[in-house]
């Protein structure tokens, strides 16, 4: 275990148990992640029978809604000023309508069809994303203050993503092993309507008292935390004014495009992942449940190896050969099978392989992901002795629609995929012809090619390394203007 990192100004270590409790909310980030990535087009289309072109324009759609929501809870969580702080009146706030709107998700009134249906998910959907933003950002926000030391950042950032894929990937395997068992009625137990009721209730519970449990687990640093200078009269021009301000930082708009291309790769990927699992690869209800456990093994090594690779490759170098490597790892075992030297369905190698290749995947990808989300917080700091202003909500509303990406433009672009190669639209059960899956294979791998090392060399441009943050630390610990925040009393 590392020793407490020492802190400026009578601030106590930031202990263990605090980097748990703050982590611990992510959980609730995951499964909603795992519920949108994962299961909603799927369900609205293979079990619900809607049109996949429909659910994935509805899902991005409330992207849309994202887009604005996203960047005014940044700024309202970097302007708020209470006896709570900034952040965590709103963090307590989302958690129970967060909840409620994740479960109506999976509860569309029977004989919805068509536009009804349409705007049923729009709506239901932009709820769930919008209120747990309302957690999200701020508790996002929360990180660069909680750490401000270039490798505790990153160790700080991998306890909130180890969290959140065991969320996404716990909640993914709890459905698929316990929810969506196989009946009589429904053999393919993917497809047993019942189940996502269950899923439905179980996930809501877990977002409440998650997201509750790390607001009251972080609430002991509120006196710790900056507070923003009081500004009289600013309309809504000139906040608009400050947030494009705010974001033109070199090396925040390479993180952007990076990010936006790499979540809409992952988007793709979990949005398709139940159909190559049933349809490509030929697996079982309770083998795609096997395959959820590599997320669970992936999100302990990414734990592991994204603090190491901070302190020896710096945060950029080590994001860029994360990503790399995640996608060569994603686009293996296609390779082989289209080549010839993959096992075939229904052989005992099968499934150990693919949890292999996968949980290499998702390895590199939550481990760059953590670096990520660490220099996000050093370009925080850059940009407070630029601009006077600490604004860590808006920065990290943008790095919530990153990550938002997965479930809008994802979703979305696996939908154009998925209507390209004629998916069947029927529901419950209609089978696949082999050669539609067969060439949503071959459109899928290029594209994940494309969108991963694509956005990979955008980081180039990203410029921060550990001599220029410390620099950048000194300056605001020195207390130099124009920074201007104080410790609340």
């Not at 992510?26 to 293979?46: C, E, M």
């Not at 179980?202 to 009081?230: D, F, Q, W």
Request: some cysteine.
């Amino acid at each position: 275990m590392t020793r407490p990192i020492a802190r400026p100004g009578g601030v106590p270590p930031l202990g263990s148990g605090t980097k748990l409790l703050y982590g611990v909310g992510s959980l609730s980030y995951g499964i909603k992640d795992a519920a949108f990535r994962t299961f909603l087009v799927w369900y609205y289309n293979q079990v619900i029978g809607a049109p996949v072109a429909l659910i994935s324009g509805a899902v991005f759609f409330a992207l849309l809604v994202d887009a604005v929501s996203d960047p005014v809870v940044g700024q309202l969580s970097d302007r708020l000023r209470t006896k709570w702080g900034r952040r965590h009146p709103l963090m307590y706030a989302s958690a129970l309508p967060a909840a409620a709107s994740f479960l109506l998700l999976w509860m569309p009134p029977e004989g919805l069809s068509g536009t009804g249906l349409f705007w049923y998910v729009v709506v239901v959907s932009s709820l769930v994303r919008t209120f747990i933003t309302f957690y999200e950002i701020p508790s996002s926000a929360l990180a660069p203050e909680l750490a401000s030391d270039y490798d505790e950042r990153t160790t700080l950032a991998s306890y909130r993503y180890l969290f959140g894929y065991l969320g996404g990937y716990g909640m993914a395997a709890l459905a698929l092993f316990v929810f969506l068992r196989p009946t009589e009625g429904y053999p393919v137990g993917q497809l047993n309507p019942a189940g996502y009721m269950t899923f439905g209730i179980v996930g809501a519970a877990l977002m409440l008292g998650t997201v509750l449990l790390s607001t009251i687990g972080t609430h002991n640093r509120i006196p710790y935390l900056s507070v923003p200078e009081k500004r009289e009269g600013e309309g809504v021009i000139r906040t608009f004014q400050h947030i494009f301000r705010t974001f033109r930082h070199g090396g925040f708009l390479a993180i952007l495009t990076f990010g936006v291309m790499k979540y809409t790769a992952i988007g793709i990927t979990g949005a398709l992942s139940l159909y190559f699992a049933t349809y490509f690869w030929g697996l079982n209800a309770w083998q795609v449940g096997v395959l959820t456990f590599e997320g669970i093994v992936a999100a302990g090594a990414a734990f592991v190896v994204g603090p190491v690779l901070s302190r020896r490759m710096g945060k950029r170098a080590g994001a860029v050969a994360l990503a790399v490597a995640a996608v060569l790892f994603a686009m293996t075992p296609f390779a082989l099978r289209f080549a010839g030297a993959f096992w075939p369905n229904g052989h005992p190698a099968l499934l150990p392989s693919l949890f292999v290749f996968q949980a290499l995947y998702v390895s590199c990808g939550a481990a760059s992901a953590m670096l990520v989300h660490s220099m996000i917080g050093d370009v925080v700091d850059e940009r407070a002795v630029a601009t006077g202003r600490r604004a860590e909500g808006l920065f990290y509303a943008a790095n919530s629609l990153m990550q938002k990406c997965s479930s809008g433009l994802g979703v979305f672009a696996a939908g154009l995929l998925l209507a390209a190669v004629g998916m069947p639209e029927g529901g419950r059960g209609t089978p696949v012809p082999p050669e539609v899956i067969r060439d949503l294979a071959l459109v899928y791998v290029p594209t994940l090619l494309v969108l991963y090392c694509g956005g990979a060399v955008f980081l180039k441009f990203y410029h921060i390394d550990r001599e220029r943050q410390a620099a950048t630390r000194a300056t605001i610990e020195a207390g130099a203007p124009p920074v201007k925040t104080t410790l609340a009393s």
